[in-house]
T-cell receptor, first 110, second 114 residues
Framework: GQQVMQIPQYQHVQEGEDFTTYCNSS?????IQWYKQRPGGHPVFLIQ?????EVKKQKRLTFQFGEAKKNSSLHITATQTTDVGTYFC??????????FGSGTRLQVQP | GAGVSQSPSNKVTEKGKDVELRCDPI?????LYWYRQRLGQGLEFLIY????????KSGLPSDRFSAERTGESVSTLTIQRTQQEDSAVYLC????????????FGQGTRLTVV
């Protein structure tokens, strides 16, 4: 079945440093979504990428979708303590339910 | 309602007992998902309902797990003869059109089997 792998599992950065998480799917995706889960909270939608090679920005966050539509990345520039949480990618093949990656837990040291 | 509502928010049960978890999706959302999240882990897909189509039950871990949904409204997830490994947060999400649209999550039900 479809698998979505995410690395790293955990990253600890100093405030102001950059952060990147990578997502790889075993199958071609129709779209990929990114979610953020704060400690003790539930996942909250950040963005959806649909087109091959697409790049989208939200303030300090940059999202990319690979040319083959099988991988994606989320890059945060100059992290802040408010960025703390777990970031999940979720792959959609258009044929079944969203498949979530295992997540990357980000810790930001002030 | 304003968002996806799940109840109870917390449930402690004895091993071997049955539990029923409830999810009220956002009104008008056709698709509904159940996920399980163990402590510090990712989201494990359980089951997916989309309109009147047959549900995708491929993620249910055993026959002790079942779920129902009436039309496009409330869903219940039932776990029979609970085991300690069932302890987790059970998250429900709904989407307005199914695949390819943003999933809105409830706050989850934290299940503890003692």
């Amino acid at each position: 079945g479809q698998q979505v792998m995410q690395i790293p599992q955990y990253q600890h950065v100093q405030e102001g440093e950059d952060f990147t998480t990578y997502c790889n799917s075993s199958t071609t995706l129709s779209n990929i979504q990114w979610y953020k889960q704060r400690p003790g909270g539930h996942p909250v939608f950040l963005i959806q990428l649909v087109k091959s090679g697409e790049v989208k920005k939200q303030k300090r966050l940059t999202f990319q979708f690979g040319e083959a539509k099988k991988n994606s990345s989320l890059h945060i520039t100059a992290t802040q303590t408010t960025d703390v949480g777990t970031y999940f990618c979720a792959g959609d093949t258009g044929r079944r339910a969203l498949t979530f990656g295992s997540g990357t837990r980000l810790q930001v040291q002030p | 309602g304003a968002g996806v509502s799940q109840s109870p928010s917390n449930k402690v049960t004895e091993k071997g007992k049955d539990v029923e978890l409830r999810c009220d999706p956002i009104s008008g959302h056709t698709a509904l998902y159940w996920y399980r999240q163990r402590l510090g882990q990712g989201l494990e897909f359980l089951i997916y309902f989309q309109g009147n189509s047959a549900p995708d039950k491929s993620g249910l871990p055993s026959d002790r797990f079942s779920a129902e949904r009436t039309g496009e409204s409330v869903s219940t997830l039932t776990i029979q003869r609970t085991q300690q490994e069932d302890s987790a947060v059970y998250l429900c999400a709904s989407t307005p059109l199914g695949q390819g649209t943003e999933a809105f999550f409830g706050q989850g039900t934290r299940l503890t089997v003692v």
